[in-house]
């Protein structure tokens, strides 16, 4: 099993940044991918990043130039550096990881809300 948190969510104005944590714990060896996605209220849930193990990143169109995910494996932490942050971002941020077996594994999620 692993356990991923997040933390960092909050309220942000327009133009402004926020940096997201997730940490994550338990089975991480078996981990090959972390990611972050986001769910708007109405809407489904839908990537923002991606990182795998050998650090390929993976972007929404939506947050290129915006935002950076990156991962420290000392800390087994993945983090979504948001930057020129608009309305839009509002949402919940939830993290994921994937294993090697294709097992997905979720975090609470965080609240994110970008308004003046």
């Known amino acids: 099993q692993v356990q991923l948190v997040e933390s960092g969510g909050g309220l942000v104005q327009p133009g402004g940044s926020l940096r997201l944590s997730c940490a994550a714990s338990?089975?991480?060896?078996?981990?090959?991918?972390m990611g972050w996605y986001h769910q708007a209220p109405g809407n489904e849930r839908e990537l923002v990043a991606t990182i795998s193990s050998g650090g390929s990143t993976n972007y929404a169109d939506s947050v290129k130039d915006r935002f950076t995910i990156s991962f420290d494996h000392a800390k087994s932490t993945v983090y979504l550096q948001m930057d020129n942050m608009k309305p839009e971002d509002t949402a919940v941020y939830y993290c994921?990881?994937?294993?090697?077996?294709?097992?997905?594994?979720w975090g609470r999620g965080t609240q994110v809300t970008v308004s003046p």
């Open positions: 338990g089975s991480i060896f078996n981990i090959n991918s």
């Open positions: 994921k990881g994937r294993s090697i077996f294709g097992q997905d594994y």
